[in-house]
């Protein structure tokens, strides 16, 4: 890949990401101020310049009691129970269950962060080819370590597997970069990996390069247009 084209894909991988975030808080803060119970609320004392801030953190602050309200609410039996008897009467409907599972994963995938996921291994399924795999810190009852091995970009799905410790070795890695690689789909830089050059391709160079082909003859052509030797 020329120079050029490396910067304008730096420039994408830095600029997009950014730009979707600005989008996402765009129609965040959009939404949270046309709400009909904080665009109501009045605000007395407050400049009018600053009013759809206010409604802003008044919103945010419901949004987190409730959360935290909620949460709190969790750690209780009743909290359990209450969760319980709504995934199961969501998981009766066929349409709506899917939505649900699909975001409640996400957000359980979210927040847990790579907590749960230990040092990377890598992990030889065939000879000659390694796949990236995380310890999960368990082991089986015959003393196998369970791994992980996340699929590749969707990290939510993989293979739990349950290996011998001498047929995995470590990367060296953190796990942030391991996921890193392993969402990119491989296309991500890692400090540890070796960096690869292109190999130049000869149709490109401009230089020509000389061929000499033996007639029956005994002549010899020259491939830079000169004439024949006897």
Do not use: C
């Not at 709400?35 to 609320?41: C, F, G, H, V, Y």
Request: hydrophobic content about 45%; proline content about 6%.
């Amino acid at each position: 890949m020329s120079t050029w084209k490396r910067d304008i894909a730096s420039g994408l991988v830095v600029l997009v990401p950014l730009g979707v975030l600005v989008f996402i808080f765009h129609w965040l803060y959009t939404q949270i101020i046309g709400l009909p119970l904080i665009s109501n609320l009045p605000f007395a004392g407050v400049p009018e310049s600053l009013v759809p801030l206010a409604r802003v953190l008044v919103a945010l602050a419901l949004i987190v009691t409730l959360v935290l309200a909620v949460g709190y609410l969790m750690r209780t039996t009743a909290g359990r129970v209450f969760e319980s008897l709504l995934d199961d009467t969501i998981n009766r409907m066929p349409g709506l269950r899917v939505v649900y599972n699909a975001s409640k994963l996400a957000v359980e995938t979210a927040l847990s962060g790579t907590d749960d996921l230990q040092e990377p291994v890598r992990l030889e399924t065939w000879p000659g080819i390694q796949m990236t795999a995380f310890k999960t810190g368990k082991k089986t009852r015959d003393g196998k370590v369970v791994l992980f091995m996340p699929t590749a970009p969707n990290i939510t799905t993989g293979f739990v597997m349950e290996v011998d410790e001498e047929d995995f070795e470590e990367t060296g890695e953190k796990v942030e970069e391991a996921l890193t690689r392993v969402l990119s789909a491989g296309f991500a830089e890692s400090a540890h990996q070796i960096p690869v050059e292109e190999a130049e391709n000869p149709a490109r160079t401009e230089t020509n390069t000389e061929t000499t082909v033996q007639t029956d003859s005994g002549s010899v052509a020259d491939s830079s247009g000169g004439q024949p030797d006897s």
